[in-house]
C-alpha cells in the first residue's frame, strides 16, 4: 500500500488559468496565503499556496518536491484569498496573477521578507569595574557601550556607525555577554505630527455622519454626493475618527498620486493615529513597509491609490473610495478589474460599510441605488455658502483662437489677475502640437508601431507617441517629399504655457501634467505659488480635475472639449459632464467669487446649453434615459476578448474560433455577440488588435455563459505571436 503524501497546489505568476501541483515534506507546516521557493523548469519560480490534500504517492510519481518555505505565518488570509478567488472567478482572469497582484512588490520575490522595523541597540546596567576593564582591554566596545549608555532611548545603526564605523563586532560581543540589548522600534513618520482641531461640521454634514454611524456595524453602501467644496472629506474624517476610537482600520482610496501627500498631510495632523500611504511613487521597500505597519495594526488608516485595496488587516471597519467616478480606479492592463466594484464585494464579505464620495458620481453607482443596501447622501451647498460658479459658454465658432484662446478668455484672464485672483486653464492634451504635417504631400507624423499620430513635444525636439513612448527627432524636411517647411497644428499644455508666459510676462505660469511632473514631492513644490495664493496661471490636464483645494483659484477656462460631443466612445456626454462640473468647482471656494468658462464652437448643442443651467442630477437622467432606451451599460453587462497578434488575420482568426464556441453555447440564451472587429486603435506597439464583445440586459444569462466557456478557452493557447485578454465590465465597447 502507498504512503500518503501531502500534494499542494500553488498559484504562481503565469497567464494560465490552473494551479500548479508539487509535493510538501512529511510534518511541514503549510496553510493557504503561505509563499513557498518552487522548482519550475530549469529554474525556480514563487508560489502562493491554495491548496493541500493528501493522496497516495502512487498517483504522483513524477511530481516534484517544494524547495523552501518563505514565510512562517501565511502573508495572506484566509479573507483576502477568498477574495482573490471572487476576483478571479468574476473577471476571468487566472488566480496566479490576483494572487501576485494582492502581495506587495517585495513580497513577489523568491526569497523571505525583511523586517521592516527599525533595530535599536540599548545598553543594560553595568558595573563601574567592568566598565573600566573594558576601557583598558577592548576600547572599541567602551566607546560603543558609552554611547549606549548616554542614549536614554538607544542607538540604531545609523548613530551607531557615526560613533565608529567597524560598530558590529564590538555590538555582537557585547550582546553576547549580556550587555547590550537589540531591540525594535517602528519606523513611523506620524509620531512627529502636531495635531490639529477639525473644522466645526456643518448641521448637514453633522447630520449625515449621525446617519452613518448608526450604520457602522453593517455592509451598507453610502453613496455621498457633494457639489465641489461642500467638505466630503470633513465627513470622511469624522467617520474615520469613529472607526479608530473602535479599535478598527480604514482604507482610504483616492484616485490620483498628486492627491495623497495633500491629504496624507491633512489625514495625519487631524487623527494623530497611524497613518500610512501607499501607491506608485513609493519604492517597493516603502509601499511593504505600509503594507506591513497596517497588517500588523501599528498603522490605523492606509491611504493609496487602487492597489491600497488589497491591504491586509486583522480588524478592517470602514473602506472609502473619494472620487469614485473616476476612470483610474479601473485596471486597463495586466489584471482587469475596477477597485470600486472590488472594495463593495470586499466590504460585504467582511460586513462593514464602503463610503463612495463624489461630486459626480459614475452612472453605474446612480443606478445602483435602487438596490436595497445602497443608502444617498447629499451635500448640495459649500461649506463657507459660497456659490459654485455657474458655467458660461465662450461661442468660439466665429472667433479666430490665439493659441487655444478666445479673446474673450483672454480678457478674463487679465481681470482676475489684476484682481489678485488666480486661473486655472484645463486643456486635456499634453505636448505642445498634437499634429505635425506637410502641405505639399499630406505627410503626418504617424507613429511606427500604433495607428496614432506623434505629438511634437518642442522642449525635447522631439515627436513623441504617447500610446507605446516610441520617440524620434523633429524632421528638418518632409521624410516623403523632401520639402523643407513642416508645420505643426493644435495645442497642447507646452504650447499654451510659452504663449501664456508671453502674454502676461510678470505673471507665474505653472505647468501641470505627466511631462512636467515626475513625483508627489515635485508636485507639492510647482504648487507653492497656488497655495500661497499668489497671482498664478494653472495650466493643466485631468491632474487638476480631481480632489484638490485651492481656494484663490477665482477663474477656471476649458479648452477644447467639443472633441466628446462627436466621440465614438460612448461614455463621451457622461464624461464632459463630469470633467466640466469638476474642473469649473476648482474657482470660487473662498470668499472670492468664482467664474467658469467654456469654450465651443457648438454654443446651441443642447448638452452644452445643458451644462450652463442644470445640476449634475438633471444632466446624468437623460444620459441614463438614452442609455436605458439602447440598453447600454449600466443597464446591461458587456464581456469584450481582445487578441493582440503580430497580424490582424491572426487575431481575428482567433476570434472567430472563439465565437464559434460562443454561438454553440449562446442558442437559447439573451446573449448579443458584436464582432469580431479590429479595434479602434488597431495597431499598438508594434501589435495587432481585435475584439469580440458579448452583451445582455440579464446578469445572470451573461455568467452563465462564462461559466460555460472558460474551460473551453483555455483551449484557446496564448502564444508570442497572439495573446487573449478577457475584460469584463469594461469602461468601452
Same mark, same amino acid.
Given at each position: 500500500?502507498?504512503?500518503?503524501?501531502?500534494?499542494?497546489?500553488?498559484?504562481?505568476?503565469?497567464? =494560465?488559468?490552473?494551479?500548479?501541483?508539487?509535493?510538501?515534506?512529511? &510534518?511541514?507546516?503549510?496553510?493557504?496565503?503561505?509563499?513557498?521557493?518552487?522548482?519550475? &523548469?530549469?529554474?525556480?519560480?514563487?508560489?502562493?499556496?491554495?491548496?493541500?490534500?493528501?493522496?497516495?504517492?502512487?498517483?504522483?510519481?513524477?511530481?516534484?518536491?517544494?524547495?523552501?518555505?518563505?514565510?512562517?505565518?501565511?502573508?495572506?488570509?484566509?479573507?483576502?484569498?477568498?477574495?482573490?478567488?471572487?476576483?478571479?472567478?468574476?473577471?476571468?482572469?487566472?488566480?496566479?496573477?490576483?494572487?501576485?497582484?494582492?502581495?506587495?512588490?517585495?513580497?513577489?520575490?523568491?526569497?523571505?521578507?525583511?523586517?521592516?522595523? =527599525?533595530?535599536?541597540?540599548?545598553?543594560?546596567?553595568?558595573?563601574?569595574?567592568?566598565?573600566?576593564?573594558?576601557?583598558?582591554?577592548?576600547?572599541?566596545?567602551?566607546?560603543?557601550?558609552?554611547?549606549?549608555?548616554?542614549?536614554?532611548?538607544?542607538?540604531?545603526?545609523?548613530?551607531?556607525?557615526?560613533?565608529?564605523?567597524?560598530?558590529?563586532?564590538?555590538?555582537?560581543?557585547?550582546?553576547?555577554?549580556?550587555?547590550?540589548?537589540?531591540?525594535?522600534?517602528?519606523?513611523?513618520?506620524?509620531?512627529? =505630527?502636531?495635531?490639529?482641531?477639525?473644522?466645526?461640521?456643518?448641521?448637514?454634514?453633522?447630520?449625515?455622519?449621525?446617519?452613518?454611524?448608526?450604520?457602522?456595524?453593517?455592509?451598507?453602501?453610502?453613496?455621498?454626493?457633494?457639489?465641489?467644496?461642500?467638505?466630503?472629506?470633513?465627513?470622511?474624517?469624522?467617520?474615520?475618527?469613529?472607526?479608530?476610537?473602535?479599535?478598527?482600520?480604514?482604507?482610504?482610496?483616492?484616485?490620483?498620486?498628486?492627491?495623497?501627500?495633500?491629504?496624507?498631510?491633512?489625514?495625519?495632523?487631524?487623527?494623530?493615529?497611524?497613518?500610512?500611504?501607499?501607491?506608485?511613487?513609493?519604492?517597493?521597500?516603502?509601499?511593504?513597509?505600509?503594507?506591513?505597519?497596517?497588517?500588523?495594526?501599528?498603522?490605523?488608516?492606509?491611504?493609496?491609490?487602487?492597489?491600497? !485595496?488589497?491591504?491586509?488587516?486583522?480588524?478592517?471597519?470602514?473602506?472609502?473610495?473619494?472620487?469614485?467616478?473616476?476612470?483610474?480606479?479601473?485596471?486597463?492592463?495586466?489584471?482587469?478589474?475596477?477597485?470600486?466594484?472590488?472594495?463593495?464585494?470586499?466590504?460585504?464579505?467582511?460586513?462593514?460599510?464602503?463610503?463612495?464620495? #463624489?461630486?459626480?458620481?459614475?452612472?453605474?453607482?446612480?443606478?445602483?441605488?435602487?438596490?436595497?443596501?445602497?443608502?444617498?447622501?447629499?451635500?448640495?451647498?459649500?461649506?463657507?455658502?459660497?456659490?459654485?460658479?455657474?458655467?458660461?459658454?465662450?461661442?468660439?465658432?466665429?472667433?479666430?483662437?490665439?493659441?487655444?484662446?478666445?479673446?474673450?478668455?483672454?480678457?478674463?484672464?487679465?481681470?482676475?489677475?489684476?484682481?489678485?485672483?488666480?486661473?486655472?486653464?484645463?486643456?486635456?492634451?499634453?505636448?505642445?502640437?498634437?499634429?505635425?504635417?506637410?502641405?505639399?504631400?499630406?505627410?503626418?507624423?504617424?507613429?511606427?508601431?500604433?495607428?496614432?499620430?506623434?505629438?511634437?513635444?518642442?522642449?525635447?525636439?522631439?515627436?513623441?507617441?504617447?500610446?507605446?513612448?516610441?520617440?524620434?527627432?523633429?524632421?528638418?524636411?518632409?521624410?516623403?517629399?523632401?520639402?523643407?517647411?513642416?508645420?505643426?497644428?493644435?495645442? $497642447?499644455?507646452?504650447?499654451?504655457?510659452?504663449? !501664456?508666459?508671453?502674454?502676461?510676462?510678470?505673471?507665474?505660469?505653472?505647468?501641470?501634467?505627466?511631462? #512636467?511632473?515626475?513625483?508627489?514631492?515635485?508636485?507639492?513644490?510647482?504648487?507653492?505659488?497656488?497655495?500661497?495664493?499668489?497671482?498664478?496661471?494653472?495650466?493643466?490636464?485631468?491632474?487638476?480635475?480631481?480632489?484638490?483645494?485651492?481656494?484663490?483659484?477665482?477663474?477656471? $477656462?476649458? !479648452?477644447?472639449?467639443?472633441?466628446? !460631443?462627436?466621440?465614438?466612445?460612448?461614455?463621451?456626454?457622461?464624461?464632459?459632464?463630469?470633467?466640466?462640473?469638476?474642473?469649473?468647482?476648482?474657482?470660487?471656494?473662498?470668499?472670492?467669487?468664482?467664474?467658469?468658462?467654456?469654450?465651443?464652437?457648438?454654443?446651441?448643442?443642447?448638452?452644452?446649453?445643458?451644462?450652463?443651467?442644470?445640476?449634475?442630477?438633471?444632466?446624468?437622467?437623460?444620459?441614463?434615459?438614452?442609455?436605458?432606451?439602447?440598453?447600454?451599460?449600466?443597464?446591461?453587462?458587456?464581456?469584450?476578448?481582445?487578441?493582440?497578434?503580430?497580424?490582424?488575420?491572426?487575431?481575428?482568426?482567433?476570434?472567430?474560433?472563439?465565437?464559434?464556441?460562443?454561438?454553440?453555447?449562446?442558442?437559447?440564451?439573451?446573449?448579443?455577440?458584436? $464582432?469580431?472587429?479590429?479595434?479602434?486603435?488597431?495597431?499598438?506597439?508594434?501589435?495587432?488588435?481585435?475584439?469580440?464583445?458579448?452583451?445582455?440586459?440579464?446578469?445572470?444569462?451573461?455568467?452563465?455563459?462564462?461559466?460555460?466557456?472558460?474551460?473551453?478557452?483555455?483551449?484557446?493557447?496564448?502564444?508570442?505571436?497572439?495573446?487573449?485578454?478577457?475584460?469584463?465590465?469594461?469602461?468601452?465597447?
Amino acid at each position: 500500500m502507498s504512503q500518503p503524501a501531502k500534494i499542494c497546489s500553488f498559484a504562481l505568476s503565469l497567464p =494560465v488559468y490552473h494551479l500548479f501541483d508539487y509535493e510538501l515534506l512529511e &510534518g511541514a507546516k503549510a496553510i493557504p496565503g503561505m509563499r513557498f521557493k518552487l522548482p519550475f &523548469g530549469r529554474g525556480q519560480k514563487m508560489g502562493v499556496l491554495v491548496a493541500c490534500q493528501e493522496q497516495p504517492i502512487s498517483q504522483h510519481k513524477n511530481i516534484k518536491a517544494v524547495l523552501t518555505k518563505l514565510d512562517e505565518e501565511p502573508l495572506l488570509s484566509s479573507h483576502l484569498m477568498q477574495l482573490a478567488c471572487w476576483l478571479a472567478d468574476y473577471y476571468c482572469q487566472p488566480l496566479g496573477e490576483v494572487l501576485f497582484q494582492f502581495l506587495p512588490g517585495k513580497a513577489r520575490k523568491v526569497e523571505p521578507l525583511t523586517e521592516t522595523r =527599525v533595530q535599536i541597540w540599548t545598553a543594560n546596567p553595568i558595573e563601574d569595574e567592568i566598565l573600566m576593564s573594558i576601557r583598558r582591554k577592548a576600547p572599541r566596545q567602551y566607546d560603543v557601550l558609552l554611547a549606549l549608555k548616554q542614549s536614554a532611548n538607544g542607538l540604531n545603526a545609523a548613530e551607531l556607525r557615526q560613533i565608529h564605523e567597524a560598530w558590529h563586532q564590538p555590538v555582537k560581543i557585547l550582546q553576547s555577554r549580556g550587555l547590550v540589548e537589540r531591540t525594535y522600534r517602528e519606523n513611523l513618520s506620524f509620531s512627529k =505630527v502636531n495635531l490639529q482641531p477639525g473644522f466645526k461640521l456643518t448641521e448637514n454634514q453633522q447630520k449625515i455622519c449621525s446617519q452613518m454611524s448608526l450604520l457602522t456595524e453593517q455592509f451598507l453602501v453610502h453613496l455621498l454626493q457633494g457639489v465641489t467644496g461642500s467638505g466630503k472629506t470633513e465627513v470622511y474624517l469624522e467617520l474615520m475618527l469613529q472607526v479608530i476610537q473602535q479599535g478598527k482600520q480604514v482604507i482610504y482610496l483616492v484616485p490620483e498620486i498628486g492627491l495623497t501627500p495633500q491629504l496624507l498631510e491633512r489625514l495625519q495632523s487631524r487623527l494623530g493615529q497611524g497613518v500610512v500611504s501607499s501607491h506608485s511613487a513609493l519604492t517597493d521597500l516603502q509601499r511593504y513597509q505600509s503594507w506591513d505597519q497596517f497588517k500588523r495594526g501599528i498603522a490605523q488608516v492606509i491611504i493609496g491609490t487602487r492597489s491600497a !485595496l488589497f491591504s491586509e488587516s486583522q480588524n478592517l471597519g470602514l473602506i472609502i473610495i473619494d472620487e469614485e467616478h473616476d476612470a483610474s480606479f479601473r485596471q486597463q492592463d495586466g489584471i482587469r478589474y475596477h477597485a470600486r466594484d472590488v472594495a463593495i464585494k470586499r466590504a460585504q464579505m467582511l460586513d462593514i460599510p464602503v463610503v463612495l464620495g #463624489s461630486a459626480t458620481p459614475s452612472l453605474e453607482s446612480l443606478h445602483n441605488l435602487s438596490k436595497p443596501h445602497y443608502r444617498l447622501y447629499r451635500l448640495d451647498t459649500r461649506v463657507n455658502n459660497s456659490k459654485p460658479p455657474t458655467i458660461e459658454l465662450l461661442d468660439c465658432s466665429q472667433v479666430p483662437l490665439n493659441t487655444g484662446c478666445s479673446p474673450q478668455l483672454l480678457k478674463a484672464i487679465k481681470q482676475h489677475l489684476n484682481a489678485q485672483g488666480q486661473v486655472l486653464l484645463y486643456l486635456n492634451r499634453r505636448g505642445f502640437a498634437p499634429v505635425v504635417m506637410c502641405h505639399e504631400c499630406g505627410w503626418q507624423s504617424s507613429c511606427y508601431q500604433c495607428d496614432a499620430r506623434m505629438t511634437l513635444h518642442q522642449s525635447v525636439n522631439k515627436l513623441i507617441c504617447h500610446h507605446c513612448g516610441f520617440s524620434v527627432m523633429v524632421p528638418h524636411k518632409c521624410p516623403d517629399c523632401g520639402v523643407k517647411e513642416i508645420r505643426h497644428y493644435g495645442v $497642447g499644455t507646452q504650447q499654451l504655457e510659452e504663449f !501664456l508666459k508671453l502674454q502676461f510676462p510678470t505673471v507665474e505660469v505653472i505647468r501641470i501634467d505627466r511631462d #512636467s511632473v515626475k513625483s508627489s514631492k515635485h508636485f507639492e513644490l510647482k504648487m507653492k505659488p497656488v497655495r500661497e495664493g499668489n497671482p498664478c496661471i494653472l495650466v493643466g490636464t485631468q491632474m487638476l480635475a480631481k480632489g484638490h483645494d485651492y481656494p484663490h483659484i477665482t477663474l477656471v $477656462g476649458l !479648452l477644447d472639449s467639443d472633441q466628446a !460631443l462627436y466621440s465614438s466612445f460612448y461614455r463621451a456626454s457622461e464624461r464632459l459632464v463630469q470633467t466640466v462640473l469638476q474642473v469649473s468647482g476648482r474657482a470660487g471656494r473662498a470668499e472670492k467669487k468664482g467664474q467658469a468658462l467654456l469654450q465651443t464652437a457648438f454654443p446651441s448643442h443642447p448638452l452644452m446649453l445643458n451644462l450652463c443651467h442644470q445640476s449634475y442630477s438633471e444632466l446624468v437622467t437623460g444620459i441614463l434615459q438614452e442609455r436605458e432606451m439602447v440598453r447600454f451599460p449600466p443597464y446591461a453587462r458587456v464581456v469584450t476578448f481582445q487578441v493582440d497578434a503580430v497580424e490582424l488575420a491572426l487575431a481575428m482568426q482567433k476570434l472567430d474560433q472563439l465565437k464559434q464556441i460562443l454561438t454553440e453555447l449562446n442558442t437559447a440564451s439573451p446573449v448579443k455577440i458584436i $464582432g469580431p472587429m479590429p479595434a479602434l486603435m488597431t495597431r499598438r506597439i508594434g501589435r495587432f488588435r481585435a475584439q469580440l464583445s458579448i452583451l445582455s440586459d440579464n446578469t445572470q444569462a451573461i455568467r452563465q455563459i462564462l461559466q460555460q466557456l472558460m474551460p473551453k478557452i483555455q483551449g484557446i493557447r496564448n502564444t508570442a505571436k497572439s495573446r487573449l485578454t478577457i475584460d469584463v465590465d469594461p469602461l468601452d465597447l
